[in-house]
């Protein structure tokens, strides 16, 4: 009998735990949208502190696979502030362009979005633009899907050094704006 009292009160006990903890817990920090869209505007750009011999911006024809670490800036100026960054490889051969494994990562850290997307090449066709999917996100992204579209600026330097202005146009499920 008195283990059945202890099982009884540790599981009351264990519940009263859990609500109270809901009820006092801080508000999450991520934003949720209040809004189902949300349009971006950014850069991916080149870091200036980084020199490697294989910065190729451009996949070659007879590449394997094109990787890439890049930064995400508000503008096209290398001054620009930096908001996150860009990684991600493709696999730019005829076989592997429907391929899961064709996906770039951009990483948000501002004070307005943290999280990041997952955006999916889906046919890299080797033009100055590029429509992606964004196949979905974390933090203030979770659940995000829309479409990623690549242009190159005009203000490249060398075949080394291409920017390239990223419009996103995100779609998140419905939030509820009430916080419970």
């Given at each position: 009998?008195l283990s059945?009292?202890?099982?009884?009160?540790?599981?009351?006990?264990?519940?009263?735990?859990?609500?109270?903890?809901?009820?006092?817990?801080?508000?999450?920090?991520?934003?949720i949208h209040?809004?189902?869209?949300?349009?971006l505007?950014?850069?991916?750009?080149?870091?200036?502190?980084?020199?490697?011999?294989n910065?190729?911006?451009?996949?070659?024809?007879?590449?394997?696979?094109?990787?890439?670490?890049?930064?995400?800036?508000?503008?096209?100026?290398n001054?620009?502030?930096?908001?996150?960054?860009?990684q991600?490889?493709i696999?730019?051969?005829?076989?592997?362009?429907?391929?899961?494994f064709?996906?770039?990562?951009?990483?948000?850290?501002t004070?307005?979005?943290?999280?990041?997307?997952?955006v999916?090449?889906?046919k890299?066709?080797?033009k100055?633009?590029?429509?992606?999917?964004?196949?979905?996100?974390t933090?203030?992204?979770?659940?995000?899907?829309?479409?990623?579209?690549?242009?190159?600026?005009?203000?490249?330097?060398?075949?080394?050094?291409?920017?390239y202005?990223?419009?996103?146009?995100?779609?998140?499920?419905?939030?509820s704006?009430?916080?419970?």
């Open positions: 009998m059945r009292i202890i099982f009884f009160t540790a599981v009351t006990l264990a519940t009263i735990a859990v609500i109270v903890l809901a009820l006092v817990s801080p508000v999450s920090h991520n934003k209040s809004r189902p869209w949300l349009d505007s950014l850069y991916i750009q080149q870091p200036q502190n980084i020199t490697t011999s910065t190729h911006a451009v996949p070659r024809e007879d590449a394997g696979a094109f990787v890439f670490h890049r930064i995400l800036t508000e503008g096209p100026e001054t620009s502030k930096v908001v996150g960054k860009a991600g490889f696999i730019p051969v005829e076989q592997f362009q429907q391929s899961e064709n996906v770039l990562y951009l990483t948000f850290d004070p307005d979005h943290s999280g990041s997307l997952s999916q090449a889906i890299v066709a080797h100055d633009r590029e429509e992606f999917k964004v196949v979905g996100g933090g203030s992204f979770a659940f995000a899907h829309g479409v990623a579209v690549f242009t190159q600026t005009d203000e490249q330097k060398s075949d080394k050094a291409i920017t202005h990223v419009k996103l146009q995100l779609e998140f499920p419905n939030h704006t009430k916080l419970l």
